[in-house]
């Protein structure tokens, strides 16, 4: 039967155009299933009807984790209304980017964060490496988050000034992440590296909704067989290490560090919750403790306004009471027990931030560390 549906998977995007109805539904889970794509742009989708939606919500009851961009007013509002925005991701088309309203206060690796004039919100603005899947990613996985009941501020909504992408949130005034309160008050070093383990032990005791989260296992797994970023013996033995991996329900942060954590002294929250995710532990204690070992002075002040010596002391107050023991025996096991995790974290880690290979020296440092 005719749908006057067509369909053109590009990169990452399965492009829809025309009115979705039933009939589609087949060939575009095919589509989907056949390029592992699961984010589909609505941009030339001129509407929706009721049996289209229901077999959409079939779709993800199979587990595909669909993801909508670029979706009319119109289109969002019907989805929205059913309800079932709840259980497929959906964004609207970016709404123009006037940054005349913002004054900066902050800069990361991959952002820069404005506040709006009123005071009510912080807009983060994405560099050359931000892209549309970033931010869409973002915001469905905050939205995600928050639901679930994780503290994290209140996410809205996605602008374009045509090169660039944003996304605002709730601004949380008078607050200050970990890492600056380590800066600004030195003598404060240990009771912050707890209260950081504290929190990150209460995050990893929480099961995660696995509709709405993605396996970090099953993400690696995806980014190594589709990319050619690392030598193929590299390759083939961290998908022979990821396939033994639990793929426990435990939540995980999936950028966990002391940048990643704000408090206004009554609340704290979790924030750049854009690699929330679900696996075991290792994968959020693997990338903290090289970051907090093997990263220059320059790199640490720009990022966490601290001494490269100051992240290693963070680490040694952080580690046994995150573990609950000081028992050199049992620290030294466990964290010979994460480091194959960050062997096979590093290089995806890095193309998300430089798009290219892994560079010869780094697999050679890092190869060793696999089983």
């Known amino acids: 039967m005719d749908t006057n549906v067509t369909l053109r998977p590009e990169g990452r ?50 587990g595909l984790p669909i993801s909508i961009v670029n979706a009319s007013d119109a289109i969002t509002e019907r989805f929205e209304d059913s309800g079932l925005s709840t259980f497929v991701s959906i964004c609207r088309k970016a709404k123009p980017l006037d940054m005349s309203i913002y004054e900066e206060f902050g800069e990361s690796f991959m952002s820069k964060a404005y506040n709006s004039a009123d005071g009510d919100a912080m807009i983060k603005v994405y560099g050359k490496r931000g892209s549309l899947e970033m931010v869409t990613r973002e915001k469905a996985v905050a939205r995600a988050v928050m639901v679930f009941g994780i503290p994290t501020p209140l996410v809205g909504t996605i602008y374009s000034d045509g090169e660039k992408w944003a996304l605002d949130f709730e601004r949380i005034a008078g607050k200050r992440s970990l890492s600056r309160i380590i800066s600004e008050e030195p003598e404060r070093l240990e009771e912050i590296s707890r209260e950081f383990a504290r929190q990150a032990r209460l995050l990893h005791t929480q099961k995660a909704d696995t509709t709405k989260l993605r396996s970090y296992k099953k993400a690696l797994q995806k980014f190594y067989q589709e990319k050619n970023l690392v030598p193929e013996d590299f390759k083939q033995r961290v998908l022979r290490f990821l396939e033994a991996v639990p793929d426990t329900p435990t939540l995980l942060h999936g950028d966990l560090h002391i940048g990643n954590i704000i408090t206004d002294g009554k609340k704290t929250l979790w924030i750049d919750v854009g690699e929330f995710s679900y696996g075991v532990p290792e994968w959020d204690l693997g990338i903290l403790w090289t970051m907090t070992h093997n990263m220059k002075q320059d790199k640490a002040e720009y990022l966490f306004h601290v001494s490269s010596e100051t992240l290693t002391a963070h ?57």
Not at 26 to 33: C, G, N, R, S, V
Not at 41 to 61: C, H, I, Q
Not at 343 to 351: S, T
Request: glycine share 4%; aromatic share 16%; hydrophobic share 45%.
């Open 315 to 371: 680490w040694d107050y952080f580690f046994p009471a995150y573990l609950q023991t000081s028992d050199p025996q049992v620290l030294g096991s466990y964290i010979r027990r994460f480091l194959p995790f960050y062997a096979a974290k590093v290089p995806y880690v890095f193309d998300m931030a430089y798009h290219r290979p892994f560079p010869e020296e780094g697999i050679a440092r890092i190869s060793p560390m696999l089983p």
């Open 13 to 62: 995007r399965i492009f829809v155009k025309g009115t979705l109805n039933q009939e589609a539904i087949e060939p575009l889970k095919e589509a989907m299933t056949a390029n592992s794509i699961f984010c589909l742009d609505f941009s030339e989708v001129e509407g929706v009807n009721f049996a289209a939606m229901r077999g959409l919500l079939n779709l993800r009851k199979m």
